[in-house]
């Protein structure tokens, strides 16, 4: 039996991934911290943290995983350049699973976001749109980044170079070659993502919404799940669906 760590047990993705594990036999809780918790002091208690919180508590709990030779998922978004080389240095010595969003119908629309790229990408105007609830700090989303990053990749793009996050005083026509962000905060929503192809006469979009929190939940268990033995590396939610 998988023995997991939740960090951020108190906050609404902690609790609900505790109800997750309480629903699954392959996996049981081995301990629930919050913030002013010591995980170094509780290493012999789990084999897997599951993080969901801050990117400056994530790397701390990544040391710790590393200095104990823990796996770690992690769930959490808005790193900037150096959390991410540190998320990156880390997978060296253990398992990482890092994946802006962890449902399973997410990451099949990455794959067949990479797919319409492919066939009509070059012939549209793409436009990504998110929604989440109003408590939620960094925009875009990690999601609907990874989104515009799959697209661009596709269509041989660097997504740092073409993202247009906002046009108030652009005042020239829509750049084609661009992927343009826009994003909606408020109420109780949980997370909607669109990704349009606007072509000549149609469009094409993919859309995916969350109703639950628990649908991330199953992603993160399922992904502790699949680490068990597994040597160190950056894995992606992509590698764990095989698609």
Not at 3 to 12: M, N, P, Y
Not at 28 to 44: E, I, N, R, T, Y
Not at 68 to 85: P, R
Not at 157 to 180: F, M
Request: aromatic content about 4%; hydrophobic content about 45%; glycine content about 10%.
């Amino acid at each position: 039996m998988i023995k997991i760590a939740v960090v951020g047990a108190s906050g609404r993705m902690g609790q609900t991934i505790i109800e997750a594990i309480n629903q699954n036999d392959k996996v049981v809780l081995g301990v629930a911290l919050d913030k002013g918790d010591d995980l170094s002091a509780m290493v012999d208690q789990f084999d897997v943290v599951i993080d969901f919180t801050r990117p400056e508590a994530t790397l701390e709990y990544l040391a710790v995983c590393v200095a104990a030779g823990k796996s770690i998922v992690i769930g959490t978004t808005g790193f900037d350049e150096s959390g991410l080389a540190a998320i990156n240095k880390a997978a060296q010595q253990i398992p990482v699973v890092f994946a802006p969003n962890m449902s399973v119908g997410v990451n099949l629309s990455l794959k067949l976001l990479e797919m319409a790229a492919k066939v009509i990408g070059e012939e549209s105007d793409i436009e990504i749109v998110e929604a989440h609830h109003r408590h939620k700090v960094d925009a875009p989303s990690g999601t609907a980044l990874k989104m515009g990053e799959v697209v661009a990749n596709a269509l041989g793009r660097d997504l740092s170079k073409c993202a247009v996050y906002g046009r108030e005083g652009i005042e020239q026509p829509r750049d084609r070659e661009t992927i343009g962000f826009s994003t909606i905060r408020g109420g109780d929503v949980v997370g909607e993502h669109t990704v349009s192809f606007f072509m000549e006469g149609e469009r094409v979009e993919i859309t995916h919404k969350a109703s639950s929190r628990l649908t991330f939940a199953n992603g993160a268990i399922r992904a502790s799940a699949w680490l068990k033995g597994k040597s160190a590396g950056l894995y992606s939610m992509q590698d764990i669906l095989d698609i």
